[in-house]
C-alpha cells in the first residue's frame, strides 16, 4: 500500500467507524417512542451515571459466540436442532449462588441429554439466566393493608420486600445486574468448559436426589449413555467433544436503559450487539411494533425473540418480521409462543400459517407457562403440570398438521426440589405447594418436573 492509498484507506475507516458510532448513538432512538413497563427511576442524573459507568465496563458476552448461536437457531428452524432454553422467571441477586446456579445448568444438560440420546437432535443449550432479573407487571402499584407502594420489578430495579425503601427504584441495581450476571456468566462458563458438563458425567448429575420415576429414568438414560460412549471410545474416536458444552444466555431485554448501555460495535464487523446476553427477547407486554422495544431490538445483531400470546393477529406477526428482520436472516427471529392449553390447537395453526406463506423463515418456539398461570384455592399463584404436557403436545401437534417445523421449547424451572407447580409424578397438590414455594414471580418447574417433560418432548420429536 503507498502512502497516499494508505491514507485514504485510514480515512475511510475512520470515516465508517464514524458512522458506526453515529449508529451506536441511535440505537437511543427508543426514549423518543411511546415506551411501557420501564421504572421512574426517582433521580435521572444517578440514572445516567450509572449507564455512563455500564458503557465503559466490559461486554457479557462476545460477538463471535452470539453470531454462532444465531446459526444454531438457524439450524434449529430448519429442523436440524432443538433448542432448549430454560430458567428462572425471575433471577435474584441472593439466589445467584454456586449452587443454585449449578444446579439450574445441571438441570438443563440432564434435559439436553434426554432429548439428544432419545430424539438423536443436537439440542441447542440456553439458560433464561445471567441477565434475567427485570419482570413486566400488569399493575404500576400494589397495595397491602392500605399502603400503597410501586410493585416489584425485578432486581434489578427495587427490592421486594413491601416497604418505601425497599420498594422504590434504584438505579444502582443495574450495577447489581451487570456484575451478577458476569458472576453467574463466569460460572456458567467454568460449569460447561471445565469438566462438569462432559458426558461421561451423566450418571454424577442424578447423584443425591430422592428416587423417582424421574431419576430413575434418567439413570437407565445415563446407563445407556456410558454404554453408547464406551462402545464408540472402543472404537477408537475422541471425545474431546464431549469434554465441553456450548451454553448460551438469554433474558427478556426489558430495562432498556440497561440494554443500551450494554451495547457495542464489534470491532471485527462493525455490527452492533446487545452484550447483555446473548439472545434476548420481547415480553408478550412490551412487542408494540411502534414501540421503544421493538425499536431498540431491530438495531442490534443478536438472535432475538418476540412472545406472543393469544391476541396475536397474523398481520402482528407480519409487521414485526418486517420490523426486526428486514433481511431474512437465518435464526435471526424466534417467535415464543405462549397461548395456553386450552387455545393453542386454535390460535397457532393461523399464525404459523401466515408467516409460511410470507415465505419468512423464523424459529417456532413453545413457551408452556405463561398461558397456564392460575390461583390455587389456598392463594398460590400457580400452573398445573399436565396443562402445561398439554400445551406442549398441542404444539407439536400443530406443527405436525402444517409440516411446519417444531424449533424448542422455553420453559420456567429451577433445578431445586420447589414445589410451585401443581402435579407431575411427585403429585404435588394445593396443600403441596405451602412446602417450598420460593419464586418471587412465576412457578417453576422443580428439577423432577424438567426431567420428566424432557422425556416427554424426547418421545414426541422421536415419532415426529
Ligand atoms: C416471562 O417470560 O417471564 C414473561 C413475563 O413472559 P410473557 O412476556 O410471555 O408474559
Ligand atoms: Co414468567
Keep these: 500500500m503507498n502512502p497516499l492509498q494508505r491514507t485514504a484507506h485510514v480515512h475511510e475507516h475512520a470515516f465508517s467507524l464514524s458512522a458506526k458510532s453515529a449508529e451506536l448513538d441511535a440505537l437511543g432512538a427508543w426514549r423518543s417512542l411511546e415506551r411501557v413497563q420501564q421504572p421512574t427511576w426517582p433521580d435521572e442524573d444517578e440514572r445516567a451515571a450509572v449507564g455512563a459507568r455500564l458503557r465503559s465496563a466490559p461486554p457479557l458476552v462476545f460477538a463471535g459466540e452470539v453470531d454462532q448461536l444465531r446459526s444454531r437457531i438457524a439450524a434449529a ?69 392500605g399502603v400503597t407502594l410501586p410493585t416489584y420489578r425485578g432486581d434489578a430495579v427495587n427490592g421486594y420486600e413491601f416497604t418505601e425503601e425497599s420498594r422504590t427504584p ?55 449413555i456410558d454404554k453408547a460412549v464406551r462402545f464408540m471410545a472402543a472404537c477408537g474416536y475422541d471425545f474431546d467433544a464431549l469434554r465441553s458444552v456450548e451454553f448460551y444466555a438469554a433474558h427478556e431485554a426489558l430495562l432498556l436503559d440497561y440494554e443500551e448501555a450494554l451495547s457495542r460495535i464489534d470491532s471485527r464487523t462493525g455490527e452492533i450487539y446487545d452484550c447483555s446476553g446473548h439472545f434476548l427477547w420481547i415480553g408478550e407486554r412490551t412487542r408494540q411494533v411502534d414501540g421503544a422495544h421493538v425499536d431498540f431490538l431491530s438495531r442490534v445483531d443478536n438472535p432475538i425473540g418476540v412472545k406472543l400470546g393469544p391476541t396475536t393477529t397474523v398481520d402482528d406477526a407480519l409487521r414485526l418480521i418486517d420490523r426486526l428482520d428486514p433481511d431474512r436472516t437465518p435464526g435471526r427471529l424466534t417467535f415464543i409462543t405462549r397461548m395456553g392449553a386450552s387455545r393453542i390447537r386454535k390460535v397457532l395453526p393461523a399464525l404459523v400459517e401466515g408467516v409460511r406463506d410470507s415465505g419468512a423463515q423464523v424459529a417456532w418456539v ?76 412465576d412457578p417453576r418447574l422443580n428439577h423432577q418436573q424438567s426431567l420428566e417433560l424432557a422425556f416427554l418432548v424426547a418421545e414426541t420429536l422421536a415419532g415426529a
Aim: aromatic share 8%; glycine share 12%; proline share 3%.
Design 77 to 145: 428452524a430448519r429442523g436440524e436442532a432443538f433448542v432448549l432454553m430454560g430458567g428462572d422467571c425471575a433471577e435474584t441477586f441472593a439466589d445467584s449462588t454456586a449452587d443454585r446456579v449449578r444446579n439450574k445448568i445441571r438441570t438443563i444438560l440432564q434435559m439436553s441429554a434426554v432429548l439428544t440420546y432419545g430424539a438423536s437432535m443436537p439440542v441447542v443449550k440456553v439458560g433464561r439466566m445471567a441477565g434475567q432479573f427485570a419482570k413486566p407487571r400488569s399493575g404500576d402499584t400494589e397495595t397491602r393493608d
Design 170 to 224: 434504584d438505579p444502582h441495581r443495574l450495577w447489581q445486574m451487570y456484575t451478577t450476571s458476569a458472576s453467574t456468566l463466569n460460572l456458567l462458563r467454568a460449569f460447561t468448559t471445565g469438566g462438569f458438563a462432559d458426558l461421561r458425567e451423566v450418571h454424577a448429575w442424578n447423584q443425591g436426589f430422592i428416587s423417582g420415576p424421574g431419576y430413575m429414568r434418567f439413570e437407565r438414560l445415563a446407563t445407556d
Design 366 to 441: 413453545t413457551d408452556p407457562m405463561h398461558g397456564n398461570t392460575i390461583t390455587s384455592s389456598n392463594g398460590y399463584k400457580t400452573r398445573r403440570f399436565e396443562d402445561i404436557l398439554d400445551e406442549v403436545t398441542g404444539f407439536f401437534e400443530v406443527h405436525r398438521g402444517l409440516g411446519t417445523v417444531p424449533a424448542g421449547l422455553h420453559m420456567e424451572l429451577t433445578g431445586d426440589d420447589v414445589t410451585e407447580v401443581l402435579g407431575g409424578t411427585g403429585e404435588i397438590d394445593e396443600v403441596g405447594l405451602e412446602r417450598r414455594y420460593e419464586t418471587l414471580v
